[in-house]
């Protein structure tokens, strides 16, 4: 699952993923670049996606799941994009990763 938090807007926001049933955590901005904001903002129905980065949309809570995430841009999903595994990241919540749909 995926969503965007803190925003002015549901369309922009700090992005958060929850792996199955487990707890919604946030995104590293390590290599958080325009493409994987794109993927975050078709997966949740947008056309365009640009990326925010240093925790700008406030800092999350609990489990940082995704680091050094690396998509095309093209994928439907950011589960198709390559990914550490989750929860294995060298991030604060300073580094939280954002996205404008």
């Known amino acids: 699952s995926l969503r965007l938090i803190g925003g002015q807007g549901s369309s922009e926001g700090r992005v958060e993923v ?12 390590d290599g958080f670049d325009d493409r994987d904001a794109q ?7 947008y056309l365009t996606g640009f990326a925010r980065v240093g925790g700008v949309f406030s800092e999350g809570t609990g489990n940082i799941w995704l680091d050094n995430l690396n998509c095309a841009g ?7 994009c390559e990914i550490n595994r989750w929860g ?14």
């Open 18 to 29: 929850r792996p199955g049933n487990g707890d919604w955590g946030t995104v590293c901005d």
């Open 39 to 45: 993927v975050v903002c078709r997966q949740l129905g």
């Open 74 to 80: 093209n994928e439907s999903s950011v589960a198709d």
């Open 88 to 101: 294995d990241h060298d991030c604060t919540h300073k580094e939280d990763a954002g996205a404008v749909c």
